[in-house]
């Protein structure tokens, strides 16, 4: 999978405030979903994922969101800090087959 | 615990030399390996991946090549380097297991600057 040629969207949030990072996913028969955070110059790193059984997991800050009707999938970050600061992907999976979405920048003011 | 590693961390190389990156993932067995591609400010290209040693699927046409010699080990060469190559090269690994989770987990990545 890939997702090249995109420029990314960014979000900017006060320190404190929570951020709602969206993502729309493009098969309706993906069955597992994963959310990334990428910093700058590293490696992506695994946040939370979810199972399309489920419509919502709650992890240490984070929440994701699944709303199979309209192939959302979002990603909720509470009392942002400025550590969250950085790119955030979302992958859905369908057997075994990974596509990842384009990301969203973070940026958190202080 | 499982643990990925590539290396360089940076290089800086001029056009037409040759390439070769290398990554291996320690604490698992048969792992899946991947090659991403990230221009800067931009998503994951998927470049390569395996499913075994010397099992080599390629996702675009490109000037590189991949190699699995050895079941952790996972090679990313050029014969030439272009212009175009430059960018941030990610190594992946995942184990897929019952249900149809196979989450991939990257490595620190390199940052390939071709002049």
């Known amino acids: 999978g890939e997702s090249v040629g995109l420029h990314l969207p960014t979000l900017s949030v006060q320190e404190g405030d929570n951020s709602i990072i969206n993502c729309a996913y493009s098969n309706s028969a993906s069955d597992y979903f994963i959310w990334y955070k990428q910093e700058s110059g590293k490696g992506p790193q695994f946040i939370i994922d979810i199972r399309s059984n489920m419509d919502k997991r709650q992890g240490q800050r984070v929440t994701v969101l699944l709303n199979k009707t309209v192939k959302h999938l979002s990603l909720q970050i509470a009392a942002t800090q400025p550590g969250d600061s950085a790119v955030y992907f979302c992958a859905e999976t369908l057997r075994f087959k990974t596509i990842f979405g384009a990301g969203t920048r973070l940026f958190v003011k202080a | ?115």
Do not use: M
């Open chain 2, 1 to 115: 615990s499982q643990t990925i590693h590539q290396w360089p961390a940076t290089l800086v190389q001029p056009v037409g030399s040759p390439l070769s990156l290398e990554c291996t993932v320690e604490g698992t067995s048969n792992p899946n390996l991947y090659w991403y591609r990230q221009a800067a400010g931009r998503g994951l290209q998927l470049l390569f991946y395996s499913v075994g040693i010397g099992q080599i699927s390629s996702e675009v046409p490109q000037n590189l090549s991949a190699s699995r010699p050895q079941d952790r080990q996972f090679i990313l060469s050029s014969k030439k380097l272009l212009l175009s190559d430059s960018g941030f090269y990610l190594c992946a690994w995942s184990v897929r297991l019952a249900g149809g989770t196979d989450t991939q987990y990257f490595g620190p990545g390199t940052r390939l600057t071709v002049l």
